[in-house]
């Protein structure tokens, strides 16, 4: 077997377990719709690219790439990186709003002590 074929299977297993996976954790409720939605289209990418193997040698050939999988393996880490840097955006919002209503229940809890003691 060679090393193209390989690669491409490999691809193929990785998308299908990837999308499988994905749309499993959607059924139970576990993800959210935009991050479904990456992932579905990372793996369509995935498949394209394997179906489609020239599609990586050609943009290979117009980037420089000496080799069709230093192309493959670019995009993906671009990818993902990518991934990680808007995930990243989301923790530091969800962190300041976490900051904030535990900010505003200590001072609920406050005001609620006050008035048990005017009372």
Not at 5 to 17: A, N, P, Q, W, Y
Not at 44 to 56: D, K, S
Request: aromatic residues 12%.
């Amino acid at each position: 077997m060679t090393d193209q074929l390989l690669i491409r299977i490999c691809l193929i297993v990785g998308s299908l377990l990837t999308a499988a996976y994905v749309l499993r954790r959607v059924r139970h409720a576990k993800v959210q719709i935009e991050d479904t939605v990456f992932w579905l289209l990372f793996c369509a990418a995935m498949l394209v690219l394997a179906f489609f193997p020239g599609i990586a040698y050609w943009a290979a050939s117009l980037l420089g790439f000496q080799s069709p999988i230093n192309f493959v393996y670019i995009v993906v880490i671009f990818l993902l990186l990518a991934k990680l840097f808007f995930l990243s955006i989301r923790v530091s919002q969800l962190d300041s709003r976490l900051r904030i209503l535990t900010e505003q229940v200590a001072l609920n809890q406050e005001k609620q002590e006050r008035e048990k003691m005017d009372l």
